[in-house]
Each structure stands twice: as C-alpha cells, then as structure tokens.
C-alpha cells in the first residue's frame, strides 16, 4: 500500500500511528484520537478521487449510510473529517485478519466473521435487507471482512 498519510501526521484530532490496508475506495490507516485516548480505523479517499463530484458523493452516503446501521458485526462510524483535500470516514479500530487471508488456512466455524470499519456484517439474515436496500453501495468482498480471531 502506498501510504498518502505518514506515521504521525494529523487530521484533525487524530494521529495516524500505521497504514493499515487499501482498497478501490480508500486506505485505511490506524490512528489515535487524541481527545479521547482512544484508537480508531480512518479511511480515506484516495487523491485522484477527490477530485470527483461522483466519488465524493459516493463515500458521503457510504459513511451516511454505515452511520445509521446499529449491530453488533458493524464497526461504528465516529464522523467524517475534511483537512483541506483529504476526506476520511473515522471508524471503530476492528482488529483480526481478513476473510480473505483466512479462507486460505481452511473452513471458518460459523459467527466467526466480523466487519471492519467501512465493511458490511457478516450476519446477513438480520443486516442485508438494510443494507441491501441502499442500492449500488456495498460490494461485500472477503478482503473487506475480518475475522474474529475468538470465533475460529
């Protein structure tokens, strides 16, 4: 992953301590609230994106969306943080591999699947219909799930 943010740089309350993984829509980055001593997940545009009308809107409703789903196998959406150019959800830090990286070590039991920050739930008889009804928004892909390390 070609990090945009380095280890120590700021946005807005946040210190960005590690890069975490990046995908079509972002990179996500390990960060500390210093207000509140806490670490959280932040992910964040990637450059060339933001300077799309179409994109931004798109990870506007991505974070509108995550924010207003309450369950228990999706992170919690802190807020949104603009500096300057860069635009950033910040998240629930979510901690374990992806369901990518796990399937290739063999079958997982069941429930031992859990979303990280911008991710879907895994539990999808009680989260899809919700989250499915926001058409086009989501793609659940193995590399956006982790696994909780407990479950497996």
């Known amino acids: 992953m070609a ?4 280890y120590g740089a700021t946005l807005g309350p946040y210190e960005i301590l590690a890069p975490v993984g990046a995908g079509g829509m972002g990179e ?3 960060a500390r609230d210093k207000q509140l001593n806490r ?3 932040i992910k964040v545009m990637p450059p060339p994106m ?5 994109s931004l809107a798109r990870f506007q409703r991505e974070a509108q969306v995550l924010a207003s789903l309450s369950h228990p196998n999706i992170a919690v959406i ?11 959800i910040v998240m629930e830090l979510v901690e374990g591999p992806t369901l990518a990286d796990r399937l290739r070590e063999g079958a997982l039991r069941m429930g ?3 979303p990280p920050g911008a991710a879907m739930a895994a539990n999808y008889s009680s989260t899809a219909p919700t989250i499915y009804s926001w058409p086009r928004l ?7 799930l982790l696994v909780n390390q407990s479950l497996c």
């Open 39 to 41: 670490e959280v997940a």
């Open 3 to 6: 990090a945009s943010l380095r």
């Open 78 to 88: 802190h807020g949104l943080e603009v500096a300057g150019p860069i635009r950033a």
């Open 28 to 30: 996500v980055y390990r």
């Open 138 to 144: 989501f793609r659940c892909k193995a590399d956006s």
């Open 50 to 54: 933001q300077a799309d009308a179409d």
């Open 112 to 114: 031992a699947v859990s």
